[in-house]
């Protein structure tokens, strides 16, 4: 009895996520007609070979960065609030996000300073993505190191932020001595893009993300261990070490390659899996995982149709976009539901 | 040898407490207890006494300053936590983070130790988890979610868990704390009547006394000076429950077999 089944709700959610990746390649300043869209994403010709080169080379390298970026910041946010127990916390809460920034900074903003090898890594793909790993990574290892001093959650959240602050502060200083060149790549880089990714840096990004999701396969019963706290989790067999070491590699990994590519996205790693969990109705990672990743997809493609400014020539910030987009959803559904789960 | 295998918990000289790089302090010291199957056993003392630092050095959560702990006539060190995992089950006091898991999901995680790699429950885990609902008057629950019960029904929640779990010990950390006497009551005859019918060593923390001394078969007594583990009458016979408590506020009556309050002159 009772094994709940969500299998109509994956194939909504399926069909969604296809409509939206419709949307977003069909929408931009150039008009381009449903069924020429569909004939080259088949691999027939087109009427035009502008459209051509437009579909394969701008807009669906730009869907596909929507849809990597949006699960696995999802995701990362899931295994925060998992891991902390805390509902709040987030890649960007817990001061990741900003110590990714701090890992590109270097990179950007510490070639024009050092110079040398510096500026040979920051042209590369997997530089940048490593180096925003990394800088996620040791803000996370900080975090938890004092995470694991204090124990008190809400202290936790506190010194996430204070971590994050004093990345930003770092990189202040960095901008202060760049050339006003260097600092406008790097403001541009903050805004956020899903845009300007080559086919390469896709791949790099997917195989990132992909060994991500392998891995996570094997922690899926750990964490649901973790919903009962690190005691009945170590009674269970799990070692906690261990698994806690997976899971923040992973975020860093998530939250570090995202931030490299597409610039420091606010919300969605916190409000999606809140979006998923008042959906789903569930705490089992089983469902949940699959869930937070195509949810997380759709509501960065809609952010992407909406950036558009369909009709117009303009282009918004993404960032800006998932949060005047998102903040009044989580709004809305934390005052209808009044209540919140990790 | 083969004395020791008949136990289901054996501990030698056992000292517990807290151990920091350098500083270790010990709460008590030179535990020596041997418990069988399908005893039902209390932990009894005051408060900051050490009983739950006793419960979880039995489980292997927290390491023991020195002595040895054997479970099923092996080293507890000798076990990995998996191995551990389905020998011993634990029903702790602390609160369960506010997730969304159901009463269902809950005790099927006890399954965790036996399932799959993705956690998948098979036949014989079903029936394990339906029957564990039913020993503990659950299953009218097992749709709802956890933080909607009762403290009464989650606490047998918990023990349904621990069932599940399929383990011949069941530790549980002051499973009463916060419940009134129809629940408590409730409580300490399930745990006896699982203890005798699955043949499992069931032991608890409890600051309920006087049920104690009535319902568990085995005791082990937590005072400033000494461990002392027997069942009722050789710890009545020899006045060991009198130094449980300061006697100027508690007394332990010989003839009602309960702790009475000490009248003021």
Known sequence: MIQKSYTKQFI????????????SISSGSVAIPIDEIIAILLGNNSSKSSWYTIILHFRLPKAITAMLVGSGLSIAGLLMQTLFKNPLAGPFVLGISSGASLGVAILILGAGIFGGVLTVISFSSWGLAIASSLGAAIVLLAVLITAHKVRNTMSILIIGLMFGTVTSAIISVFTFFSDAEKIQQFIFWGFGSLGNLSWNEILVFFIIYLISILTLLNVIKPLNTFLLGENYAKSLGI?????????????????GVT?????????IGLAVPHITKLVFKTSDHKILLPAVAILGAIILLICDVVAQLPTSEFTLPINAV????????????????KKIYI | MSSSVTNSIETKMLHIGYQQKKSVSTIQKNISIQLHKGDFVGILGKNGIGKSTLLRTLSGVQDAISGEVFIEGENIQSYSLKELSSLISLVLTERLPESQLSVYELVALGRQPYTNWIGKLEKKDTEKINWALEQTETMSLANRHFNELSDGQLQRVLIARALAQDTQIILLDEPTAHLDMHHTIKIFKLLKKLSKETNKTIIITTHEVNLAINSADQFILLTDKEVIAGNKKTLIESNSFDHLFSSEIINFNTNLEQFIVTKES
């Open chain 1, 259 to 267: 931030t490299a590519f597409a610039g420091p996205i606010a919300f």
């Open chain 1, 12 to 23: 909504t959610l399926s069909f969604v996520l296809v409509m939206l990746l419709l949307l």
């Open chain 1, 239 to 255: 070692n906690i070490k261990k698994n806690r070491n997976i899971i923040l590699i992973i975020t860093s990994l998530l939250t």
């Open chain 1, 322 to 337: 998932t949060s005047l987009i998102g903040a009044p959803i989580v709004i809305w559904l934390l005052v209808r539901k």
